[in-house]
């Protein structure tokens, strides 16, 4: 059973950084998307930036890019981490953060709904 929890959230100046981590266990596929995606109160979940593994063929959102990192480090064959570096850091950027795994590295990455294990979210708050 594949398991996905994520770590790492906290608050921040705007400017400052942080580093989401994303542990995904269970793992039976021999490539995956991973993807980190948010949501604010109030708002849809927006798409933040994906990874295929092991590829590592990576999809951010729109303007996001310049700012964030996602990359990965595999264990072993059933475990994989994700990271997102996030820097310069704004107010904007304050919301729930949740990763998400889809067995297979088809499909339009952004797309929450082929995502099929989340975790449970990590908050993130930036102040200005």
């Known amino acids: 059973q594949v398991q996905v929890a994520e770590s790492g959230g906290g608050s921040a100046q705007a400017g400052g950084s942080l580093r989401l981590s994303c542990a995904a266990s269970?793992?039976?596929?021999?490539?995956?998307?991973v993807g980190w995606f948010r949501q604010a109160p109030g708002g849809g979940r927006e798409a933040v930036a994906t990874?295929?593994?092991?590829?590592?063929?990576?999809?951010?959102?729109d303007s996001l890019k310049d700012r964030f990192t996602i990359s990965q480090d595999s264990q072993d064959y059933a475990v994989k981490t994700v990271y997102l570096q996030m820097s310069s850091l704004e107010p904007e950027d304050s919301s729930m953060y949740y990763c998400?795994?889809?067995?297979?590295?088809?499909?339009?990455?952004?797309?929450?709904?082929?995502?099929?294990?989340w975790g449970l979210g990590t908050q993130v708050t930036v102040s200005s």
């Open positions: 998400a795994t889809h067995g297979g590295c088809y499909g339009p990455p952004h797309r929450a709904e082929i995502y099929t294990t």
């Open positions: 269970g793992l039976t596929d021999s490539d995956m998307y």
């Open positions: 990874i295929c593994i092991p590829d590592g063929r990576t999809w951010y959102g």
